[in-house]
């Protein structure tokens, strides 16, 4: 019957709008709550009555249905807290609570977030105050990040940062710009043996020194100045006599200089009399273990640039003063760790003391094909789910993905003018839905009446 048609919409139109009021209300309570979905609740009609010109029509009401546009983002607040994490873009912040730890990771579907407010705990591990950890790929003793598989979460493991930790930095690279004085290489010079120290750091942190001295070449007298240098380099933490030049002595080679008016005063050539020879495509001497000359007896690698032809960087001889120009190298003492910040590629970096920097850990960011299908659960996290598709994890700013931002969190998606206005909107639908029951109501009591 129609007329009971028309009560039953009227009582689906209730329940709908009161569905709609329950996630305004959730909204509006969330509006101040850091990256905070909108939930949403969309109506759909249900038809009971088909036939065209039936003459009779039963109203088939109103069905609710629920859902969160994960998809849209808030803005990014800043904030004073370098592991603060959001996206500019993007991609989901890998995260799992007590409980998927204790259980392990494999066996748990992948949790995940938007943006964060990470902490170390007292065993130093990064986690929000309602208790979700970061996850990260761990880098190696260099820095680099070993590949990991994309599709799974084998390899992600909570990053932990040891507020007490210290490392080292290796000297792997140097760069010297020396300059020996012209007029030594004169028959009149005399002879003077020329030396500068330079420092160097070892696997383990220690400071050690390369001694290297230069040896005119004095022509005999009345003959043009030589041009030419012995240098010889010896090595602090070299403990043996390989060539037998003395202990330490890891290489002895002749410096031949130009004093052509096009390349006056840079190295023309370089002879090795001991130790690894002179690359004269990149002007370096490579002491590695590869090729048999490492340092500290065999344990050190450093690659040291002196030049190659016409390369005023590098060594030179002109008339002026004995003098280091320019002596550059990586490396670092010791450290103690002052600071953690993530950048933009998501890279997790522990700054030291004396400025050493390393990278700790990546974090990666997952994506899945259907942002808006993945299951909500509390504290602002999703798990991927079958309406959602796999998941996969990008490094930060590939793909689709965004940049990671720190010192910084996402807001609210919650537009609070909006959700007052579908206030206003849904408090008029429930009382026009109450008034078609009260309107049934009066009907069906006329009809009532007749029997009177």
């Given at each position: 019957m129609s007329i009971s048609s028309s009560l039953n919409a009227g009582v689906a139109g209730l329940a709908a709008n009161a569905t709609r009021l329950a996630t305004i209300s959730d909204n509006i309570a969330n509006s101040g709550t850091y990256g905070y979905k909108r939930a949403t609740a969309d109506f759909e009609s249900m038809v009971l009555t088909q036939a065209r010109s039936s003459g009779t029509y039963s109203a088939g009401g109103v069905r609710a249905s629920s859902?969160?546009?994960i998809d849209q983002r808030g803005s990014l607040i800043g904030t004073s807290n370098a592991m603060d994490i959001a996206i500019s873009g993007r991609g989901f912040l890998p995260v799992a609570n007590?409980?998927?730890l204790a259980n392990g990771l494999g066996d748990q579907p992948l949790t995940m977030t938007s943006t964060g407010s990470f902490?170390?705990?007292k065993d130093g591990v990064l986690r929000t105050d309602s208790g979700l950890?970061?996850?990260g790929w761990a880098a190696l003793a260099d820095g680099t990040i070993p590949v990991n598989a994309r599709d799974t979460v084998t390899g992600l493991q909570p990053v932990v940062i040891n507020a007490n930790q210290t490392a080292g930095d290796p000297t792997t690279v140097m760069n010297w710009g020396i300059n020996l004085p012209a007029?030594?290489?004169?028959?009149?010079a005399g002879g003077e043996t020329l030396t500068s120290s330079i420092e160097y750091f070892g696997n383990l942190g220690n400071s050690n020194t390369l001694q290297v001295s230069f040896t005119p070449?004095?022509?005999a007298a009345g003959d043009p100045d030589s041009n030419q240098w012995t240098m010889t380099i010896r090595d602090s933490a070299t403990t043996t006599d390989p060539y037998g030049l003395g202990v330490g002595v890891v290489g002895q080679y002749t410096l031949d200089f130009d004093n052509t008016g096009t390349n006056g005063g840079t190295l023309s050539n370089v002879t090795t009399i001991q130790g690894p020879a002179w690359d004269s495509t990149?002007?370096?001497?490579n002491f590695t273990d590869a090729s048999g000359f490492a340092l500290a007896d065999g344990l050190q690698d450093i690659t040291i640039t002196i030049g190659k032809q016409g390369d005023t960087n590098g060594l030179t001889q002109l008339a002026s003063d004995f003098a280091p120009t320019s002596i550059n190298k990586d490396g670092s003492p010791v450290g103690n760790l002052t600071s953690v910040e993530i950048d933009e590629n998501g890279f997790i970096k522990a700054t030291y003391d004396t400025g050493f920097i390393r990278t700790v850990y990546q974090v990666p960011l997952v994506d899945v094909s259907n942002i808006n299908g993945l299951t909500a659960l509390d504290n602002q996290t999703f798990q991927v789910s079958s309406t959602s598709g796999s998941f996969y994890l990008w490094d930060a700013g590939d793909g689709p993905t965004g940049a990671v931002e720190g010192y910084a969190r996402e807001g609210s998606a919650v537009d609070v003018a909006q959700e007052l206005t579908n206030l206003i909107q849904t408090q008029r639908?429930?009382?026009?839905?109450?008034?078609v029951i009260q309107t049934v109501d009066e009907m069906l009591q006329e009809t009532t009446n007749i029997k009177r």
């Amino acid at each position: 019957m129609s007329i009971s048609s028309s009560l039953n919409a009227g009582v689906a139109g209730l329940a709908a709008n009161a569905t709609r009021l329950a996630t305004i209300s959730d909204n509006i309570a969330n509006s101040g709550t850091y990256g905070y979905k909108r939930a949403t609740a969309d109506f759909e009609s249900m038809v009971l009555t088909q036939a065209r010109s039936s003459g009779t029509y039963s109203a088939g009401g109103v069905r609710a249905s629920s859902g969160r546009l994960i998809d849209q983002r808030g803005s990014l607040i800043g904030t004073s807290n370098a592991m603060d994490i959001a996206i500019s873009g993007r991609g989901f912040l890998p995260v799992a609570n007590t409980s998927a730890l204790a259980n392990g990771l494999g066996d748990q579907p992948l949790t995940m977030t938007s943006t964060g407010s990470f902490h170390t705990d007292k065993d130093g591990v990064l986690r929000t105050d309602s208790g979700l950890v970061l996850l990260g790929w761990a880098a190696l003793a260099d820095g680099t990040i070993p590949v990991n598989a994309r599709d799974t979460v084998t390899g992600l493991q909570p990053v932990v940062i040891n507020a007490n930790q210290t490392a080292g930095d290796p000297t792997t690279v140097m760069n010297w710009g020396i300059n020996l004085p012209a007029s030594e290489t004169a028959d009149t010079a005399g002879g003077e043996t020329l030396t500068s120290s330079i420092e160097y750091f070892g696997n383990l942190g220690n400071s050690n020194t390369l001694q290297v001295s230069f040896t005119p070449t004095i022509p005999a007298a009345g003959d043009p100045d030589s041009n030419q240098w012995t240098m010889t380099i010896r090595d602090s933490a070299t403990t043996t006599d390989p060539y037998g030049l003395g202990v330490g002595v890891v290489g002895q080679y002749t410096l031949d200089f130009d004093n052509t008016g096009t390349n006056g005063g840079t190295l023309s050539n370089v002879t090795t009399i001991q130790g690894p020879a002179w690359d004269s495509t990149e002007g370096t001497l490579n002491f590695t273990d590869a090729s048999g000359f490492a340092l500290a007896d065999g344990l050190q690698d450093i690659t040291i640039t002196i030049g190659k032809q016409g390369d005023t960087n590098g060594l030179t001889q002109l008339a002026s003063d004995f003098a280091p120009t320019s002596i550059n190298k990586d490396g670092s003492p010791v450290g103690n760790l002052t600071s953690v910040e993530i950048d933009e590629n998501g890279f997790i970096k522990a700054t030291y003391d004396t400025g050493f920097i390393r990278t700790v850990y990546q974090v990666p960011l997952v994506d899945v094909s259907n942002i808006n299908g993945l299951t909500a659960l509390d504290n602002q996290t999703f798990q991927v789910s079958s309406t959602s598709g796999s998941f996969y994890l990008w490094d930060a700013g590939d793909g689709p993905t965004g940049a990671v931002e720190g010192y910084a969190r996402e807001g609210s998606a919650v537009d609070v003018a909006q959700e007052l206005t579908n206030l206003i909107q849904t408090q008029r639908a429930y009382s026009s839905n109450a008034k078609v029951i009260q309107t049934v109501d009066e009907m069906l009591q006329e009809t009532t009446n007749i029997k009177r």
